[in-house]
Antibody, heavy 119, light 108 residues
Framework: QVQLVQSGAEVKKPGASVKVSCKAS????????INWVRQATGQGLEWMGW????????GYAQKFQGRVTMTRNTSISTAYMELSSLRSEDTAVYYC????????????WGQGTLVTVSS | EIVLTQSPGTLSLSPGERATLSCRAS???????LAWYQQKPGQAPRLLIY???SRATGIPDRFSGSGSGTDFTLTISRLEPEDFAVYYC?????????FGGGTKVEIK
């Protein structure tokens, strides 16, 4: 079955960087985009950006421009999201999600990775 | 960017009742590119509806979506115990994609 499995929880200090992985299985990794969405505790969903695993092309939400980098390793069907210059407000659960190139809804989602930023 | 406003914020209903959730867009959503997701505590969102009215694979037919332009609705015809959760709408017709703030359906 189609599945996205993310890396485990992280605790980082302010100013540090975090890199979250998202391993895809059950489909051709390069045929669908990977998007990243985050959710602070008790809050809604915030889209961060997308990556085309075939070309490596990316698009980031304006809010995260300059701080986020999305990459991939096609040999192991894994996407990565790195967020730098972390601050306390970046404490959230980060999700990866598969997106069709036509239609563009998100399905499925990874299980989420909690990133805690604390001194 | 398109702002999605969901209402009500919380819906208190009993199992077996009908739930009607609203999602209003600040401008027209092109080609009815609107999706609905269900999220339970500690879980990732799950796709319910795409294209405003098409059910995703495996979604029971008690879930239905409707609407176009700026007004969209998710209806749960008869609430089952497992349906009590938070529901989000998303528009993916214009960049950036945006999500509504969510509606919590709780047990009355």
């Amino acid at each position: 079955q189609v599945q996205l499995v993310q890396s485990g929880a992280e605790v980082k200090k302010p100013g540090a960087s975090v890199k979250v992985s998202c391993k895809a299985s059950g489909y051709t990794f390069t045929s669908y985009d990977i998007n990243w969405v985050r959710q602070a505790t008790g809050q809604g969903l915030e889209w961060m950006g997308w990556m085309n695993p075939n070309s490596g092309n990316t698009g980031y939400a304006q809010k995260f421009q300059g701080r986020v980098t999305m990459t991939r390793n096609t040999s192991i069907s894994t996407a990565y999201m790195e967020l730098s210059s972390l601050r306390s407000e970046d404490t959230a659960v980060y999700y990866c999600a598969r997106r069709r190139r036509t239609g563009r809804w998100f399905d499925p989602w990874g299980q989420g990775t909690l990133v805690t930023v604390s001194s | 960017e398109i702002v999605l406003t969901q209402s009500p914020g919380t819906l208190s209903l009993s199992p077996g009742e009908r739930a009607t959730l609203s999602c209003r867009a600040s401008q027209s959503v092109s080609s009815s590119y609107l999706a609905w997701y269900q999220q339970k505590p500690g879980q990732a969102p799950r796709l319910l509806i795409y294209g405003a009215s098409s059910r995703a694979t495996g979604i029971p037919d008690r879930f239905s979506g409707s609407g176009s332009g700026t007004d969209f609705t998710l209806t749960i015809s008869r609430l089952e115990p497992e349906d009590f959760a938070v529901y989000y709408c998303q528009q993916y017709g214009s960049s950036p994609t945006t999500f509504g703030g969510g509606t919590k359906v709780e047990i009355k």
